[in-house]
């Protein structure tokens, strides 16, 4: 992922915008998603729904909490995303972004500092791969753990994936694969590996559903359901 620019309205020019980090962008990717799949439409309004999205999960809304996820928001929508894959002797790349198209405006507020969007458009191969592949979350499970981001890629991963595992044939992912998908920031596999297991306990209380078995060797996936019946929206509607 790079970090992009975005035009300020106000000062009329091209401003620098770091990447996204933490737990809060994986938050917000959670609800553009959400809305898409409800509204059916890449185009999103995020000046009312995200407002509701954060008090939805406890946070304050007229603060820092909701300045931090606008700022994200900002972040997410300027960045590039870059994906590689070498097989076979033959490297496969995809430019793309997920968010194509966003409209920047200042808050009357002088205290509000953060430019945010009023409105996103998905990137067609977003939105179509939602079309396709779309998830449903359980919103109090997402509430639950919306404080750690290894929590969130662990949940939304699972969520996605042991459903996909064939019944009769449960699928082993041995440490170092794991490591290569969700420890950065990690020198050491073993000091990864006893903070992802702690992680996924605090997933399984949330996603009791969720089945896997780990050893020292890896992770062993098991069939399981979805968090909720796919027929709901992707985390339900928020109001």
């Not at 939105?127 to 753990?145: C, G, K, Y």
């Amino acid at each position: 992922m790079e970090a992009g620019v975005a035009l300020d309205p106000k000062a009329k020019k091209y401003v620098q915008m770091g990447l996204p980090y933490g737990e809060k962008p994986k938050l917000v990717l959670i609800h553009l998603a959400s809305e898409a799949i409800r509204t059916d439409s890449p185009v999103i309004e995020v000046e009312d729904s995200m407002t509701a999205f954060a008090r939805s999960l406890g946070m304050e809304t007229n603060g820092q909490q909701l300045n931090a996820l606008k700022e994200q928001l900002n972040r997410l929508a300027a960045s590039s995303v870059r994906m590689g894959m070498v097989q076979e002797g033959h490297a496969y790349q995809v430019n793309t972004q997920i968010i194509a198209a966003f409209d920047l405006w200042y808050p009357t507020d002088s205290k509000q500092k953060t430019l945010w969007p009023s409105t996103v458009k998905l990137s067609h191969e977003f939105f179509e791969s939602l079309e396709r592949h779309a998830v449903p979350l359980d919103h109090r499970a997402v509430r639950a753990i919306a404080h750690s981001s290894m929590a969130l890629d662990a949940y939304t991963w699972q969520a996605q994936r042991l459903h996909r595992v064939p019944v009769t044939r449960p699928q082993f992912i041995p440490w170092s694969a794991v490591y290569d998908q969700f420890g950065q920031g990690f020198t050491r596999v073993r000091d990864f590996r006893r903070r992802f297991l702690k992680t996924l306990r605090q997933v399984k209380s949330v996603y009791p559903a969720a089945l896997l078995d780990a050893d020292e060797k890896g992770m062993m996936l098991f069939h399981g359901p979805t968090p909720i019946p796919s027929k709901s929206v992707l985390i339900g509607r928020l109001l």
